[in-house]
């Protein structure tokens, strides 16, 4: 199925996309490999859809609404990232940030320009999936996006700008924490510290399956391989493919599968435990009642 295969596809994107931000080449150069790896990826989901045809409605609208975003949206955060690097201006932390300030207004323009699908993004709307997500809907509908950009040959209108508005997000996203960096420390208070996951890379690996499917970050409305790449950017380490360090705590024999997990537990547990343990006022007028 279409689901299966977009999954392996996506775990050989990120190993390959991991594999280019190691290398010591300039941006432009990462860039293009980037770009071009991911544009075959496309090309091999496109393939397999050929040779394997939708079976159902429901799995066309699966991939025109979820998975082809998933992979379009990579592309279009890397070239917007770049590119806004690559204009950042000269000058003070002050003119730097007014430079990303603009580019967040920008973000708010285009969203607030499509604000009716941006509802049905975020709401996770399916009355109108049909109309949106396959190829035998009516074309002219008023409903449909009109868009200034090529929506590209691989999805659907809306499909392309369901994967515009996942990239915009995590572009946004990484805006603020540019601004972050820039932020001046106030006169007086001590240098903000940047924040490193000392502990074993599979704790936080298990505490970060845990906390996304409990659903705790942007109720829940966030995939798990951009939240594995900021909550590791957050804390200086790779966590690298998602998929994979979850299949690596299922194979755990000695440990619990849940090890982390359950060591925090007993932790706080312990620590509830010993702050009952001597209460002054409970021995104090243990006995004393009337």
């Not at 007014?98 to 967040?104: E, I, L, P, V």
């Not at 207004?105 to 285009?110: S, V």
């Not at 999805?155 to 540019?178: D, N, Q, V």
Request: overall charge negative.
């Amino acid at each position: 199925m279409i689901r299966e295969f977009s999954a392996e596809q996506l775990g050989v994107l990120n190993e390959g996309m991991k594999a280019i931000s190691e290398k010591n080449h300039l941006a432009h150069f990462k860039l293009t490999e980037e770009l071009l790896l991911i544009r075959n990826t496309l090309s091999s989901l496109t393939e397999y859809i050929r040779e394997h045809p939708f079976v159902s409605v429901d799995e066309e609208v699966e991939f025109h609404k979820q998975i082809y975003p998933q992979f379009r949206c990579l592309y279009i955060y890397h070239a917007e990232v770049h590119n806004l690097t690559q204009e950042v201006p000269d000058g003070d932390r002050k003119s730097i940030r007014k430079y990303y300030r603009t580019q967040m207004d920008i973000i708010g323009h285009y969203i607030h320009h499509n604000q009716f699908h941006y509802s049905y993004f975020k709401l996770k709307g399916t009355e109108l999936d049909r109309l949106y997500f396959t190829s035998t809907t009516n074309r002219q509908s008023v409903l449909i996006p009109v868009l200034a950009e090529l929506s590209g040959e691989h999805s659907t209108i809306m499909g392309y700008l369901f994967a515009r508005f996942r990239a915009y997000e995590l572009l946004y996203h990484y805006i603020l924490m540019k601004l972050d960096e820039l932020q001046p420390n106030l006169p007086g208070s001590p240098a903000r510290k940047t924040l490193k996951w000392s502990g074993e890379t599979v704790n936080l690996i298990e505490l970060a399956h845990g906390v996304h499917l409990n659903k705790q970050i942007n109720n829940g409305d966030i995939g798990i391989v951009e939240f594995f790449e900021n909550l590791g950017e957050f804390f200086g380490v790779n966590l690298g493919v998602p998929k994979k360090g979850f299949d690596d705590l299922k194979k755990r024999k000695r440990l619990s599968k849940t090890n982390f997990i359950d060591h925090m537990r007993d932790a706080i547990l312990q620590r509830m435990d010993d702050e009952d343990a001597y209460d002054p006022n409970k021995s104090t007028h243990k006995g004393n009642h009337l």
